[in-house]
């Protein structure tokens, strides 16, 4: 019986031995295993990031940006859908708001108030103002949010739920 001396084997006769051949052969297909595994129970910061969700409140204190706001809004909505948008309306600014409200051309606004708000966003008409300027609440359109002053939402949206400012 002889021995063989494995520090003389050269690599074609390494690979000749049926053992080491076996584990070159599979040697590819258990890095590709591998790797699915890897790909498949990675975390998840190695996967694609979601839009982020950015809060915006418009500042609408005069009706005649009323028209401008909604259409930035719906701009806005479309680039980002996971966008949260509130218009907060007070002094002049509610007027946009009331039913039969049109703009200069006479188009009415709340077809594009209601499409906003099945995207989500949210109007906030100031109840100070109202009082103010004697507007009866049901005159303001449905789905408003009545809020006791709309300076007020405008302060607390951007110090207490970090709302990005946005006046048109």
Same mark, same amino acid.
């Given at each position: ?6 520090? !003389? ?14 584990? @070159? ?5 258990? %890095? ?21 969700? #950015? ?5 609408? &204190? *005069?009706?005649?940006? +009323? ?7 719906? &701009?806005?909505? /479309?680039?980002?859908?996971?966008? !949260? %948008? ?6 002049? +600014? %509610?007027?946009?708001?009331? /039913?039969?409200?049109? *703009? ?8 594009? #108030? /209601? ?5 989500? #966003? ?7 103002? @109202?009082?103010?300027? *004697?507007?009866?609440? &049901? !005159?303001?359109? *449905? ?14 949206? !951007?110090?207490?739920?970090?709302? %990005?400012? @946005? /006046?048109?």
């Amino acid at each position: 019986m002889t021995t063989q001396d494995y520090t !003389q084997n050269s690599p074609v006769e390494i690979t000749a031995n049926p053992i080491y051949r076996e584990t @070159l052969y599979y040697l590819p297909l258990l %890095v590709a295993i591998l790797l699915a595994l890897f790909v498949a129970f990675s975390p998840p910061a190695l996967a694609e990031p979601a839009a982020t969700a #950015v809060k915006v409140v418009y500042h609408i &204190d *005069d009706a005649s940006t +009323g028209r401008f706001a909604l259409h930035i809004a719906e &701009d806005h909505i /479309k680039a980002n859908p996971n966008m !949260q %948008v509130a218009m907060v309306a007070y002094a002049g +600014g %509610v007027d946009f708001l009331l /039913k039969g409200a049109t *703009d200069k051309r006479g188009n009415a606004y709340e077809p594009n #108030v /209601k499409a906003l708000l099945a995207h989500g #966003v949210h109007f906030k008409v100031c109840k100070t103002t @109202l009082k103010f300027r *004697d507007i009866p609440t &049901d !005159q303001v359109l *449905d789905g408003m949010e009545l809020v006791p002053s709309g300076t007020y939402e405008v302060i607390r949206l !951007q110090g207490e739920e970090g709302y %990005v400012y @946005l /006046k048109p």
